[in-house]
């Protein structure tokens, strides 16, 4: 179990994220109302925010002024919202829940589920242009993360990652090398784009930034493995969606390829290997330690 | 007809525009290879480019710097490109041919169609991030134009007029109001964001770029109705569209709400208070002008 200091940050940093995004977002009551009913309710839908808190302890790892970062590491979930949303399509992984509630398309249509994606997506980048022209950080960082995000999030990236997934669905087998790229794309490079954000707009030098960068790969890497794991151990009540439903859609996890216990001890290894690239850090980086040790405890 | 200058313009910044997406966009070898191949088969697939054009041309009028405003105009494509490749989408409009070719969803499948979308939106970001960390215009300004573009793609613009425009087929009638709000934010926003952009990146002060708002806002809206009568008039080898394709699917047009004639007087009106708008500015506005004109004559 975290610390409960750790569970304290969390909580913190959630309400934070979620106290900006609610104000940013134009109101439901707003037209066309059932576009921005749409969009809040698959925002605010109980999601962990690891996105922005990952960005956030980099800031803070790097000492940078976290409450200037803030609306930057809350477009991130934006962003991974809006995948989520497109994801659980029909046309997609065809998902009916999500968090343990009916998916956007099942409450709200298969139209406004495809246009409240596109719509979260463009919102993540008009509030980092917008809160970019209005802080103190130079416009060229905020430049530098709009790009990292760009990458991350783009066909080389997310977008790849997920069509990598949807081509590999029903196979008779993967390379593992080729499982790796899907899951570094699908989940890790937004993860990784996350810290590094985290470390640029916090400030942090070269040096420091590259050691984020260690952190988040592998952080990002584990991340995506727990998730398979809980998704063959989990339960319900504790993912938000069915026990077994990748391997309902004859999906490519690491536990189908190497099996439970391996993608355990990969996942350790990584872990381990993204606490030892923070070794340089003092107590500033205490958060990204803990929040990398608490994504392996999701699975005990 | 437009006289040849303009067409030679035109084609110049065509293939200008062209030359530098094939660039940017990764090869269709490229893995996911469906996913890059889609991205550009939807994007050269004989598109105007009338916002990068419109753009460039804003850049001109202000006697701006227009190698240096491409990678920004030419954002505006892969913008509007994603935004035909999800409004053809079966659960959306459901267009079987775009430009006279079956469209993205026929060809690669719907979930290839919903990733390509989702890749060309974000790349035009990821494009106006990188290009803007590497060019002599103020990052300022770059952060400036792409919230414009943002502001002008996302729920309160294009995509919330697309999802205006699907609430209000089928029904009996709409106000002429609402029929103004949303054709301004599904086309007018787009095109005012890019005539904005020109002006904003071509180094424009505040009174020319306010004359160059009310030039975009003009012409965005009298290019919707214009596209609207032909869809009326126009022939399929001109539009790449079956004739009658709006009315087919109940959807409200200009010329349906105030009739054929009433359509073009508004057009007419429109087209001459964009060109009054640029009074103020010298030949360097020529090609603004003959856009403008260009606009109008598509219809006859």
Redesign the interface.
Known sequence: MPNETLEVYIAARRAEVDALLATYL?PAS???A???EA?RYSLFAGGKRLRPILALAACDAVLGRRDVVLPFAAALELIHT?SLV?DD?P??DNDDLRRGRPTAHKVF????A??T???L???A???M??K??ACAI???K???A??EV??A????GM??G???D??AQGKEGIALEDLH?LHLRKTGFLILAAVRMGGILGGGGPAKRAKLTQYGEAVGLAFQIVDDILDVEGETAQTGKPVGADASKAKWTYPRKVGLDAAKKEARVLIDRAVAALKSFGPEADRLREIAAFTIHRTV
Chains 1, 2 share one sequence.
Request: glycine residues 12%; contains cysteine; hydrophobic residues 55%.
């Open positions: 134009p707003c037209a066309p059932s576009l921005h969009m809006y497109h399509l046309a997609m249509g298969e139209a406004t495809i246009l994606g596109d719509a997506l463009t919102a980048f008009a509030l242009a917008e970019g022209l130079a416009p060229k905020i430049l530098s709009m790009l760009g990458v999030a783009g066909s080389a977008v790849g997920q069509m990598l949807i081509a790229d």
